[in-house]
């Protein structure tokens, strides 16, 4: 079964960085772009950004470019969410899912409706306090 | 960026009632909508993709529809397990972009 595990909560001062992985089992690891969503307190679901597993290729939300880098190792099926130069308003519960099914360098957009962020880690929760 | 409005932000229901969430999105979209639960405290679940397809496992009281800008998820007779908070995504472009929420209260 596809499971998403997760590392676990950190606290971090402001100015610092988080590095936050995200394990992937139960399925080819390079056959599906994987996402990172936040969410603060409170607050609504906001999207972060994307990697591909297969090249690295990464796509980051405009709010977050310049902070964010998304990197992965194949040899573990980890993907990493690294964000810097944090602030309070970073406090927030970061998710990995699961989304796009592409192999052989296409992307099948039928399999990917039927999948597409069907399966999540189980949440990190980064709190950035002084 | 493809704007998700949702509505209602929030309501409340009574067990047994039918509710209706929808989602406008800024331009179309075609299918590529998927609708989410999360409880507090816990992972996003998704209910419905392709606009109308029910999750294997989620309750057939669940119903998805619309295509284009307009689109609407449906519970047909609400329980007590189902109040909690409701999410619209579409992925038709990039970037991903969520609806903003609606919260279903009890009564």
């Known amino acids: 079964q596809v499971q998403l595990v997760q590392s676990g909560a950190e606290v971090k001062k402001p100015g610092a960085s988080v590095k936050v992985s995200c394990k992937a089992s139960?399925?080819?690891?390079?056959?599906?772009?994987m996402h990172w969503v936040r969410q603060a307190p409170g607050q609504g679901l906001e999207w972060m950004g994307i990697i591909n597993p297969s090249g690295g290729s990464t796509s980051y939300a405009q709010k977050f470019q310049g902070r964010v880098t998304m990197t992965r190792d194949t040899s573990t099926s980890t993907v990493y969410m690294e964000l810097s130069s944090l602030r309070s308003e970073d406090t927030a519960v970061y998710y990995c899912?699961?989304?796009?099914?592409?192999?052989?360098?296409?992307?099948?957009?039928?399999?990917?409706?039927?999948?597409?962020?069907?399966?999540w880690g189980q949440g990190t929760l980064v709190t950035v306090s002084s | 960026d493809i704007q998700m409005t949702q509505s209602p932000s929030a309501m409340s229901a009574s067990v047994g009632d039918r509710v209706t969430i929808t989602c406008r999105a800024s331009?179309?979209?075609?299918?590529?909508l998927a609708w989410f639960q999360q409880k507090p405290g816990k992972v996003p679940k998704r209910l419905i993709y392709?606009?109308?397809s029910l999750q294997s496992g989620v309750p057939s009281r669940f119903s998805g529809s619309g295509s284009g800008t307009e689109f609407t998820l449906t519970i047909s007779s609400l329980q007590p397990e189902d109040f909690a908070t409701y999410y619209c995504?579409?992925?038709?472009?990039?970037?991903?972009?969520f609806g903003q929420g609606t919260k279903l209260e009890i009564k």
């Open positions: 392709a606009s109308s």
């Open positions: 995504l579409q992925h038709n472009s990039y970037p991903p972009t």
């Open positions: 139960g399925y080819t690891f390079t056959s599906y772009y």
């Open positions: 331009q179309g979209i075609s299918n590529y």
């Open positions: 899912a699961r989304g796009e099914y592409c192999s052989g360098g296409s992307c099948y957009s039928r399999r990917t409706l039927a999948e597409y962020f069907q399966h």
